[in-house]
Each structure stands twice: as structure tokens, then as C-alpha cells.
């Protein structure tokens, strides 16, 4: 997530996802989105002046190494790449017969006429009684690791790190609650933090202490240099620093260690006090969506229901929320054939009307003060089709095998996907996206290490990680299908016999799953169990914290399933 004044891959292109990637020659360009995008891209980027490529199945370097005229030479922002990045493009320009080289500024803002500012918003204090541990024990507890490794200081370039290790929040991002800036912890557990100190109010100085220093961000060179002239061993993160820190440390003779930013791991294991926050925003989350989904089944059959009308009324129900501060993400309100593509954004010129037979995929989240939230429904509009009730069936029964998974202390999410893919896999189908994000504490709602996905992770799943369980399956033109609930990491009791630890998940978004789409002949037993037990978990949470009507709603909507 950028700011406004960064936004540069819309602007030059018109594609406005999450994650993508432009190369452009003298002649040729190219863009290169992932699976979740492929559709979005069709639509917003002219394929005229864009080759529009699948980044997995069609790499850029592939491109670079073919489009790249011999001798050409391929500039790159080094504030905008990092050091694992720049070899392989390098490689990929020197295949041609080409070069890349650093430029001094940004080519894009170079000729970005009516480019935004840079965001002026306060920084502001995130109070311990949601933080759950003081800033200046993780601070210690970061310098601690620097001096078993023999390192001096660690580079930070994640927003979230800094918010994390501080304990502060700040309003630079739309949905995710950054102050956007950089930092440098000393294995004396100072930091050197640089930001504009016009956005560190006096509260936020006193709440830092002393052993926090604010510079101008004009002021990283220069600490860099004093690291360089000591020979220090100074740590960055190979895969998120940019490569202007790490080639300026090397040039001036400091000793670059690679490795991973040390907040990242503490900040995915969530503490007590996150744990309790993130139970009692999914709580107040879950009650909100039950009176929208209430709500949804008398309007949306009438027929004048827009998406966007959807996802104003269910922010407007989180808004009777005092904790909430924003949505987490720009809710993905989709019917029928919108529902199919994986990240889409409803537009005026887009918004379509919820039909009777369409299905209704709503993907939506939120920003509380004690935590964050994530979870996507699919809902019939009337009677749904029956190809629909099997992919949704499919969908659920992998929802639910990764819910009720009991695994070995040290097992990865990537050893974990094919549960939630096996039974659409049964019949030759799959969806195009990872199964599982981790999720922030009031922090991002995307967050690592962990997740779970096809691609390769080596990070194992630890007690307290938050983690999203969001099998699916899209019908181009037709439907879209996702099941999402947040689910955190912790210790399983080991039957009797037990050689190894186990681990196991505990659910804690709250919101009935449609039923209306469930084919209960494909559920077992044991699935059946599991849909009865949490819609029993549902409705005794949420009756107590939505309306009269909504109780109502609420004991139909989780009524035991049934076997046909």
C-alpha cells in the first residue's frame, strides 16, 4: 500500500491493483500482473502499449532479456528496488546485450505534472493497553539479537516495523495506519528514526524517550556514512531495503549483512493483549456484518440494490463502532460476473444491481483501534444456480479441512494448501490466489512472513500468528466464490501417544456462511459438525450485540444444516 503521491503504476498505466509491475522501453512496454489481476488488467490498461503479462507464468526478466535492444541500457529508481531484485534484472538487461543502471530521481515524477504531495499527517501515540508491551523492551529485545549476531545496527525500511517496534500509528496510507519514513536500531537499543519532524508531535516525542532520535529524512545518508566510516556491521533485509541503503553502506566501507528484518517475526506473534484485542474487534466486526447481511437479504431481492450501495451500507453498520478508524482494505463489493474478478472494485461505471440468481461476493474488513479484520462472504440473491451450490460446497469443504487442521510445531502454510484446495482440485478446477494472508494488529492487513500458498515458505506457523483462511473458485463472466475467516495460530493438546507438539487454529471472525448455498449432500459428518458448531458459536456471540430483526435473521441463518 503507497500513498497518493506514489501511486505511480496508475498513473503511467491506468491499473490500479495492489501489485504490478511496468517495464517500459523505448518501443515496447510491458505490464506484469499476478493471477489475482488478470482480468482487472484487461480492463484498465490499453494492450495496445502494454504487453500484459502473467508475472509467474511470463517474468519480467524473461521480457527484459528479449525486449532489451543490444546495448540498451534499463534504468532503474534504487530507492524502488531492492537487493535481491537489481541482479536478476540486471542479468535479465545483460542477456540482451544491455545494462541497468541506477538514475539520481524518479523518471515518473520527472514528468507527473499534477503528481500529489507527500502526505503531511500527524504521527500519533498507540497506546499499551492495545500495544501489549512497551516500545522500549522491543527495542531491547531487537538490540539483544543484534549483539548475538555480532551486528552494530539494523536497517528499517517497513512502515509497519516502525509502527510495530514505536508504537506508533499514523495516517500517510489510505486503510493501513503508517507513518511512512525510515530508522536505523543500534545494538545499543537507540534508534535513529527519520521522518519529517513536523509530523512528530510533542505526545509522540515524550511517548518515544530520549533513546529515539528524529532527523529530517535528508539526514539517512549521513548516518549511513558514520556507520560506513566504523566498518560497521550493519543488518538489511535483502527482499524489502531499498538498494540505494545498501549500495551507499558498501560504497563507504560498512560491512552489509543480509538478513531479515528482526520486528518481523515479533510483530507476526501476536501478544496477549493483541490476542484479546483481535477477539473483541472480530466480535463487534462480526456484529456489524450480521445486520448488513440482514439487511442484504430484504433489499437485494427487490432489485435496486447496487454494489455500491452494498458496501456503503455495511460501512455505515461498522461505523456505530467507536473503536473502528477505517476499513482495512477498499471493500470488494461484486454480483454475478464482477464477483469473478479476484480484486475488483466497484466504480460508478462499473456499479451493477444485485439480481435474483446472481451470486454476491463482499470481501470487506476493517481498522479497530485493539485490532483488524478481514473476512468475504458469497451470498445467493434468490435461488442460486446448481453448478454454483457444488463450488460453493467444494469451496467450504476446503475451508473447513484447513479450520480443523491439527499440525506438527515447525509445519509451513505452504504444507498446509492443499487442504484447502483438494476437493476443487477432485474436479479439475482451483483459484489463482494464495489461501491465507497474515494479518496486523491495527497494522496492515496483508502482513508476513507467514501465509499459505502454493509458493514456497520456508517460515514455519508459530503460536499467535494471524493468518486468513480464503479458499475460492471464479467463473469468468459468471460468479465469484470466496469463503474468508481470520484464523490465529496456538498449542493443541496432544492425544494420547503424541510424539511432536501439534498446533491447531482457532477462528475468530464471526458471520454466518451462507446456507442457502450449501450442498449438504457433499458435506461428511465431520464437515457438517464443524458448519453446525460454528453457526451455534455465531449466534451465541452476536445475539446479544445486534437488533431485534437481526436476531431474528440470526437464529435462521445458523440453523443446523441438515443432510440434504
Same mark, same amino acid.
Given at each position: 500500500?503507497?500513498?497518493?503521491?506514489?501511486?505511480?503504476?496508475?498513473?503511467?498505466?491506468?491499473?490500479?491493483?495492489?501489485?504490478?509491475?511496468?517495464?517500459?522501453?523505448?518501443?515496447?512496454?510491458?505490464?506484469?500482473?499476478?493471477?489475482?489481476?488478470?482480468?482487472?488488467?484487461?480492463?484498465?490498461?490499453?494492450?495496445?502499449?502494454?504487453?500484459?503479462?502473467?508475472?509467474?507464468?511470463?517474468?519480467?526478466?524473461?521480457?527484459?532479456?528479449?525486449?532489451?535492444?543490444?546495448?540498451?541500457?534499463?534504468?532503474?529508481?534504487?530507492?524502488?528496488?531492492?537487493?535481491?531484485?537489481?541482479?536478476?534484472?540486471?542479468?535479465?538487461?545483460?542477456?540482451?546485450?544491455?545494462?541497468?543502471?541506477?538514475?539520481?530521481?524518479?523518471?515518473?515524477?520527472?514528468?507527473?505534472?499534477?503528481?500529489?504531495?507527500?502526505?503531511?499527517?500527524?504521527?500519533?501515540?498507540?497506546?499499551?493497553?492495545?500495544?501489549?508491551?512497551?516500545?522500549?523492551?522491543?527495542?531491547?529485545?531487537?538490540?539483544?539479537?543484534?549483539?548475538?549476531?555480532?551486528?552494530?545496527?539494523?536497517?528499517?525500511?517497513?512502515?509497519?516495523?516502525?509502527?510495530?517496534?514505536?508504537?506508533?500509528?499514523?495516517?500517510?496510507?489510505?486503510?493501513?495506519?503508517?507513518?511512512?519514513?525510515?530508522?536505523?536500531?543500534?545494538?545499543?537499543?537507540?534508534?535513529?528514526?527519520?521522518?519529517?519532524?513536523?509530523?512528530?508531535?510533542?505526545?509522540?516525542?515524550?511517548?518515544?524517550?530520549?533513546?529515539?532520535?528524529?532527523?529530517?529524512?535528508?539526514?539517512?545518508?549521513?548516518?549511513?556514512?558514520?556507520?560506513?566510516?566504523?566498518?560497521?556491521?550493519?543488518?538489511?533485509?535483502?527482499?524489502?531495503?531499498?538498494?540505494?541503503?545498501?549500495?551507499?553502506?558498501?560504497?563507504?566501507?560498512?560491512?552489509?549483512?543480509?538478513?531479515?528484518?528482526?520486528?518481523?517475526?515479533?510483530?507476526?506473534?501476536?501478544?496477549?493483549?493483541?490476542?484479546?484485542?483481535?477477539?473483541?474487534?472480530?466480535?463487534?466486526?462480526?456484529?456489524?456484518?450480521?445486520?448488513?447481511?440482514?439487511?442484504?437479504?430484504?433489499?437485494?431481492?427487490?432489485?435496486?440494490?447496487?454494489?455500491?450501495?452494498?458496501?456503503?451500507?455495511?460501512?455505515?453498520?461498522?461505523?456505530?463502532?467507536?473503536?473502528?478508524?477505517?476499513?482495512?482494505?477498499?471493500?470488494?463489493?461484486?454480483?454475478?460476473?464482477?464477483?469473478?474478478?479476484?480484486?475488483?472494485?466497484?466504480?460508478?461505471?462499473?456499479?451493477?444491481?444485485?439480481?435474483?440468481?446472481?451470486?454476491?461476493?463482499?470481501?470487506?474488513?476493517?481498522?479497530?483501534?485493539?485490532?483488524?479484520?478481514?473476512?468475504?462472504?458469497?451470498?445467493?440473491?434468490?435461488?442460486?444456480?446448481?453448478?454454483?451450490?457444488?463450488?460453493?460446497?467444494?469451496?467450504?469443504?476446503?475451508?473447513?479441512?484447513?479450520?480443523?487442521?491439527?499440525?506438527?510445531?515447525?509445519?509451513?502454510?505452504?504444507?498446509?494448501?492443499?487442504?484447502?484446495?483438494?476437493?476443487?482440485?477432485?474436479?479439475?478446477?482451483?483459484?489463482?490466489?494464495?489461501?491465507?494472508?497474515?494479518?496486523?494488529?491495527?497494522?496492515?492487513?496483508?502482513?508476513?512472513?507467514?501465509?499459505?500458498?502454493?509458493?514456497?515458505?520456508?517460515?514455519?506457523?508459530?503460536?499467535?500468528?494471524?493468518?486468513?483462511?480464503?479458499?475460492?473458485?471464479?467463473?469468468?463472466?459468471?460468479?465469484?466464490?470466496?469463503?474468508?475467516?481470520?484464523?490465529?495460530?496456538?498449542?493443541?493438546?496432544?492425544?494420547?501417544?503424541?510424539?511432536?507438539?501439534?498446533?491447531?487454529?482457532?477462528?475468530?471472525?464471526?458471520?454466518?456462511?451462507?446456507?442457502?448455498?450449501?450442498?449438504?449432500? @457433499?458435506? #461428511?459428518?465431520?464437515? %457438517?459438525? !464443524? $458448519?453446525?458448531?460454528?453457526? &451455534?458459536?455465531?449466534? *451465541? /456471540?452476536?445475539?446479544? @450485540?445486534? #437488533?431485534?430483526?437481526? %436476531?431474528? !435473521? $440470526?437464529?435462521?441463518?445458523? &440453523?443446523?444444516?441438515? *443432510? /440434504?
Amino acid at each position: 500500500y503507497v500513498p497518493p503521491s506514489a501511486e505511480r503504476l496508475a498513473w503511467l498505466t491506468g491499473f490500479t491493483g495492489s501489485a504490478g509491475l511496468a517495464v517500459v522501453l523505448a518501443k515496447r512496454a510491458a505490464l506484469f500482473v499476478d493471477g489475482r489481476y488478470t482480468l482487472q488488467v484487461a480492463t484498465q490498461a490499453d494492450a495496445t502499449l502494454y504487453d500484459l503479462r502473467h508475472i509467474s507464468n511470463e517474468p519480467a526478466t524473461d521480457w527484459i532479456a528479449e525486449a532489451l535492444p543490444k546495448g540498451g541500457k534499463l534504468a532503474y529508481d534504487p530507492w524502488l528496488l531492492t537487493p535481491t531484485q537489481v541482479p536478476r534484472y540486471r542479468e535479465a538487461a545483460q542477456k540482451a546485450g544491455g545494462d541497468l543502471i541506477p538514475i539520481d530521481g524518479n523518471l515518473i515524477d520527472a514528468v507527473w505534472a499534477d503528481q500529489p504531495p507527500p502526505s503531511s499527517a500527524p504521527v500519533r501515540v498507540h497506546p499499551l493497553k492495545y500495544a501489549g508491551r512497551k516500545s522500549a523492551d522491543k527495542r531491547q529485545d531487537i538490540a539483544e539479537q543484534l549483539k548475538a549476531e555480532g551486528q552494530d545496527a539494523q536497517i528499517l525500511s517497513a512502515p509497519d516495523s516502525i509502527a510495530w517496534l514505536l508504537n506508533i500509528r499514523g495516517d500517510d496510507v489510505p486503510r493501513t495506519p503508517l507513518a511512512l519514513s525510515f530508522a536505523v536500531i543500534h545494538k545499543s537499543a537507540k534508534v535513529d528514526w527519520f521522518i519529517d519532524p513536523a509530523k512528530v508531535p510533542a505526545a509522540v516525542l515524550r511517548h518515544v524517550g530520549k533513546d529515539v532520535r528524529v532527523h529530517a529524512k535528508g539526514a539517512l545518508g549521513d548516518v549511513l556514512d558514520k556507520l560506513a566510516r566504523k566498518q560497521a556491521h550493519v543488518r538489511i533485509d535483502p527482499m524489502a531495503d531499498p538498494m540505494w541503503i545498501a549500495a551507499r553502506l558498501a560504497d563507504g566501507g560498512a560491512v552489509v549483512e543480509r538478513g531479515q528484518d528482526l520486528c518481523i517475526l515479533p510483530k507476526a506473534r501476536k501478544n496477549d493483549t493483541e490476542i484479546a484485542g483481535m477477539r473483541a474487534a472480530h466480535l463487534r466486526d462480526g456484529a456489524a456484518v450480521a445486520n448488513f447481511l440482514c439487511w442484504l437479504e430484504t433489499e437485494a431481492p427487490k432489485g435496486e440494490t447496487t454494489e455500491l450501495d452494498a458496501s456503503d451500507r455495511l460501512y455505515d453498520f461498522r461505523q456505530e463502532n467507536d473503536l473502528i478508524r477505517d476499513l482495512s482494505f477498499d471493500t470488494i463489493s461484486g454480483s454475478g460476473p464482477n464477483g469473478a474478478i479476484v480484486h475488483y472494485k466497484a466504480t460508478p461505471a462499473t456499479n451493477r444491481r444485485l439480481r435474483k440468481g446472481d451470486l454476491y461476493l463482499v470481501d470487506s474488513g476493517a481498522q479497530y483501534l485493539d485490532g483488524t479484520t478481514d473476512i468475504t462472504r458469497t451470498v445467493a440473491i434468490g435461488k442460486p444456480p446448481r453448478e454454483a451450490k457444488d463450488r460453493f460446497t467444494r469451496v467450504l469443504k476446503g475451508h473447513i479441512a484447513l479450520a480443523r487442521a491439527r499440525f506438527p510445531k515447525g509445519t509451513t502454510g505452504t504444507q498446509l494448501d492443499p487442504l484447502a484446495r483438494q476437493f476443487l482440485w477432485a474436479e479439475g478446477l482451483d483459484f489463482d490466489h494464495g489461501t491465507g494472508h497474515g494479518v496486523g494488529s491495527y497494522l496492515s492487513v496483508h502482513e508476513g512472513p507467514q501465509r499459505i500458498s502454493k509458493a514456497p515458505s520456508p517460515v514455519a506457523l508459530e503460536p499467535g500468528m494471524v493468518i486468513s483462511n480464503e479458499p475460492g473458485y471464479y467463473k469468468t463472466g459468471g460468479y465469484g466464490i470466496r469463503i474468508e475467516n481470520l484464523i490465529l495460530v496456538g498449542e493443541a493438546s496432544p492425544p494420547k501417544g503424541a510424539e511432536r507438539d501439534l498446533l491447531e487454529f482457532e477462528t475468530l471472525t464471526l458471520a454466518p456462511i451462507d446456507s442457502n448455498l450449501v450442498e449438504a449432500s @457433499l458435506l #461428511d459428518d465431520g464437515e %457438517r459438525t !464443524w $458448519l453446525d458448531a460454528y453457526h &451455534a458459536r455465531v449466534r *451465541k /456471540a452476536l445475539t446479544p @450485540l445486534v #437488533d431485534k430483526a437481526t %436476531r431474528a !435473521w $440470526l437464529k435462521q441463518a445458523t &440453523a443446523p444444516i441438515g *443432510k /440434504a
